[in-house]
């Protein structure tokens, strides 16, 4: 489908978008990106939820959203409007809305945004499978429409903005009958209620595609730009809302809202975003800052050779924006095929690298055994630089050090050299392993080019691709572009150096730029490096691939962000169940604050825990119902009994020794 989804593959360029009013202001065309977030408190807690609203609000949050769930907290955004008024704060006002229309019409005349959910505002989710015909299907769709327009007619009235808020884990029945649980479906979730808005000339309108599953929000908003382009092809599309949905707390929350919204500010998408942390929402704008605060003057970097009509034309038959599929690569060694993506790490700064350096990257050695636990955040190669380690390695990790030292310790057993492309002319090679430099800045010239090709036949060669262009993404996607036209298949390392000490900004920085291309499918191996514990970057590298979904290595989480909605307290009872399931490789647990949470939220967990009132708890096995009404203070217990029971728990591991 080639870039039909942004301006260019290559140079940064923000999406045109239509302008869109919201209570004064204004979002989308050239506007900088706006950053939002949302109260957890209790609606009807006027004090409480005009305090949470300013600590926001001086936090740098430029929309607040408050749940309203029925006709008494649509109501009380009233109150809380005007106390925030008086206060002398005119930050415009969004009420959420789920499943209560005539909630979402109260509110509409009195805040200056409602946010409404295609997939429960006038549908229905039962995980039932329906049968349409073409017929019965335009029925429902009347339907809908009957029971929408009212609240179109009001917003355009009252001058109110909305936002359709898709949601991947609460599309309705009818369009998973239709379209399957895809981003397909919440393409057309969407689009239903948008023509209704269109055809009442109503178009100040917001449109998000949100997904815990970053792959699956970032297909969706790609197909999204896709359709609306054709819809409205001499037409600026609407502005976008971007989130990952229960993206978690601590580093995984933040790694994998980086994964997912960076990965479209990439691209030159998005017009306002909202980070989903499980932790108070105050906490939730510097990161969503630092992530919008990094496109203001990304127009200016390094220019990016375009790509050349011959590879646009063959680019749809080599690369697909909306789907997942792997690089094509031939294994060297244990690095590309069909082996997870490896890490690498890097010691080269250390003077002396010893048995204890290894605890840091996830190898601990045990003297009295003589032998080496391995964790599972154990790296798989370390980069020593002109260093040699003068001990026993552990049996599944690496060795790469610069050739000149490599050449001299030839016999050391799965060490492997690292040299720069510009010198493979005269060199011994390794008859397993090679990793050649190449700098993506210099990639085009000529020379580049030629030694490239020959590494073809070569042992075991691995690039090793870096830059260091501001828009790394886009200068590594556009060498490999040329890699895929040329059907060069070597193994591909990510490398990336970062010039900070702030752990913040080395974790959403290195999860954009590797995560947009993991995303794509792009990258056999990460390769961080930045002046900073090793303990964080060995860390940040696989929740990178975590959250990119191609490579398990821990216990995934999907936590929804408290909201007032939120029946018990979220981020004690996530501690809580982190503390007993961390453990738990690859095994996916939702934790919800209700129902309008769970079990859709939730999409593809494998266990749920979820409010179902004050201080009780329902349990899922996937979207299935097991247990209801558990009081909370037993309800962990019974989650681990359920995990039990359906043959996913294991034992706190003794780490594996070699």
């Not at 006027?46 to 408050?66: F, K």
């Not at 799965?414 to 392993?433: A, M």
């Amino acid at each position: 489908m080639g870039n039909h989804y942004c301006n260019s593959l290559t140079q940064y360029s923000r999406l045109l978008t239509r302008e869109v009013n919201i209570g004064g202001l204004y979002l989308g065309a050239h506007h900088p990106i706006r950053v939002q977030s949302m109260t957890t408190t209790d609606t009807m807690d006027t004090a409480g939820t005009v305090a949470q609203s300013i600590r926001m609000i001086e936090a740098g949050c430029e929309l607040v959203r408050i749940t309203a769930p029925s006709m008494n907290e649509a109501q009380n955004l009233e109150n809380i409007k005007n106390e925030l008024r008086k206060k002398g704060y005119q930050t415009p006002l969004v009420a959420d809305i789920h499943f209560t229309p005539n909630a979402a019409e109260l509110a509409a005349r009195l805040v200056e945004k409602v946010r409404i959910n295609p997939g429960n505002y006038a549908d229905k989710k039962k995980f039932e499978e329906l049968n349409y015909t073409d017929a019965g299907y335009h029925e429902e769709l009347e339907r809908i429409r009957e029971r929408f327009t009212p609240l179109v007619k009001i917003c355009k009235e009252y001058g109110t903005a909305m936002r359709i808020g898709t949601n991947h884990g609460s599309l309705s029945d009818r369009i998973m009958s239709r379209y399957g649980d895809t981003p397909l479906g919440m393409v057309e979730s969407a689009l239903e209620f948008l023509q209704i808005c269109e055809d009442e000339n109503f178009y100040n309108i917001v449109i998000s595609m949100k997904a815990s599953n970053t792959q699956v929000m970032i297909q969706a908003y790609r197909l999204l730009i896709m359709h609306l382009r054709e819809r409205n092809a001499n037409d600026p599309i609407y502005p976008l809302h971007l989130g990952v949905t229960e993206a978690g707390d601590g580093e995984d929350g933040r790694i994998k809202s980086a994964v997912g919204i960076g990965t479209l500010l990439e691209d030159g998408i998005g017009d306002t975003i909202r980070v989903s942390l499980t932790e108070d929402p105050e906490f939730e704008i510097p990161v969503a800052k630092a992530l919008a605060m990094r496109y203001t003057n990304r127009a200016a970097h390094q220019p990016i050779k375009e790509l050349e009509k011959e590879t646009l034309a063959v680019l749809p038959d080599l690369y697909s924006a909306t789907s997942h599929n792997r690089r094509l690569s031939i294994a060297a060694n244990n690095i590309g095929g069909r082996n997870v993506p490896r890490v690498i790490a890097d010691l080269s700064t250390k003077e002396k690298i010893s048995h204890a350096s290894l605890f840091a990257v996830g190898y601990n050695y045990s003297v009295a055994m003589e032998k080496w636990n391995i964790s599972d955040l154990a790296c798989d190669f370390v980069f020593t630089g002109n260093s040699v380690l003068d001990f026993e390695i552990p049996g599944t990790l690496g060795v790469i050090c610069n050739y000149e030292t490599w050449n001299e310790n030839k016999e050391k057993e799965r060490t492997y050299p690292f040299v720069d492309l510009k010198y493979i002319t005269d060199i011994n090679w390794h008859r397993e392993l090679n990793f050649i430099s190449i700098n993506a800045d210099t990639f085009f010239e000529l020379s580049t080019i030629e030694k490239v090709k020959s590494l073809v036949s070569k042992p075991g060669c691995v690039l090793v691709l870096h830059t260091k262009n501001e828009a790394a993404a886009a200068s590594l996607r556009r060498v490999i572009f040329y890699l895929l036209k040329e059907h060069i298949q070597l193994p591909l390392v990510i490398k990336r150096n970062y010039n900070t000490e702030n752990t913040d900004a080395f974790r959403l920085y290195s999860a954009t730029d590797c995560g947009a291309l993991l995303n794509d499918g792009f990258g056999d191996a990460v390769w961080l490096s930045a002046a900073l514990s090793p303990v964080i970057i060995n860390s940040t590298a696989f929740g990178i691939l975590q959250a990119a979904r191609t490579r398990i290595s821990k216990t995934e989480y999907i936590s929804c962000p408290s909201c007032g909605r939120t029946l018990f307290d979220l981020q004690e009872t996530t501690a809580r169940i982190r503390a007993r399931t961390s453990h738990l490789k690859g095994v996916k647990i939702g934790i919800m604050g209700c129902i309008v949470n769970g079990p859709g939220e939730m999409a593809d967990a494998d266990y749920g825990y979820v409010g179902a009132g004050v201080g009780k708890i329902i349990l899922y096995k996937g979207k299935e119902v097991v247990q209801r009404n558990i009081p909370e203070t037993d309800a962990v217990d019974a989650l681990i009994e359920l995990i039990k029971a359906n043959g996913d728990w294991k034992e706190e591991p003794v780490l594996e020794q070699v």
